[in-house]
Nanobody
Framework: VQLQASGGGLAQTGGSLRPSCVAS????????MAWFRQGPGKEREFVSG????????NYAESVKGRFAVSRDNAKNAVYLQANSLKPEDTAVYYC???????????????????WGLGTLVTVSS
């Protein structure tokens, strides 16, 4: 099982980025997917998740109204549209696949057992 994240980069405050994550070697459509992030000197935290069907999503309070998660099961891909970026959004962003199939979206790390290497998002002030 592999998750490959990309699409990070440098943005100015108020700008946008769209990290993406492509999965291989597993049945992607059965699993909830999530984005976590780890900022400098911080613990890794949940950002957003999407159910296996794509019909349900959830978000951390800090990104609600600014970020949007989506998935394309035909492409084995999950996306995070990050708008109105703030310097505090600076972090390595990780995609993760849930440990269980067909279930709800976990919001804790222990609900996920497959992780990508991450993509760096830097927001300048």
């Amino acid at each position: 099982v592999q998750l490959q994240a990309s699409g990070g980069g440098l943005a100015q405050t108020g700008g946008s980025l769209r990290p993406s994550c492509v999965a291989s070697e597993f049945t992607f459509s059965r699993y909830a997917m999530a984005w976590f992030r780890q900022g400098p000197g911080k613990e890794r935290e949940f950002v957003s998740g999407v159910s296996w069907s794509g019909l349900s999503t959830n978000y951390a309070e800090s990104v609600k109204g600014r970020f949007a998660v989506s998935r394309d099961n035909a492409k084995n891909a999950v996306y995070l549209q990050a708008n109105s970026l703030k310097p505090e959004d600076t972090a390595v962003y990780y995609c993760a696949a849930s440990a269980g199939t067909w279930g709800p979206i976990p919001v804790n790390e222990n609900g996920y057992n497959t992780w990508g290497l991450g993509t760096l998002v830097t927001v300048s002030s």
